[in-house]
């Protein structure tokens, strides 16, 4: 799910907002580009991660940081969290 604005300017929730942005970024052939989906109660909703390389979806905010913290250190651990619902 993603917060977004309708077409009235109201906030409103698209619940397939993370598989969307998946796909565009795959879409732009960033296949080595990896992505984590993090959400909370809505983890059932991001099993199209397994449709993907390197996607995972995790409700751990800590599975979050380590990716942050990996991606701006140049050490990804993409093999520890790259799958659907990953909770260490």
Known sequence: MRRERGQDRRPCLNSNGGEALLRFV?????SD????????KSIQYTAYVKEFE???STTEKDVVWGYIKGLYEGDE????WARYGYNP
Do not use: E, K, Y
Not at 33 to 40: A, K
């Open 26 to 30: 795959r879409g732009r052939r960033l």
């Open 33 to 40: 580009t990896p992505v984590l989906v993090f959400c909370s």
């Open 54 to 56: 390197l996607a995972g």
């Open 77 to 80: 651990d993409t093999d520890r």
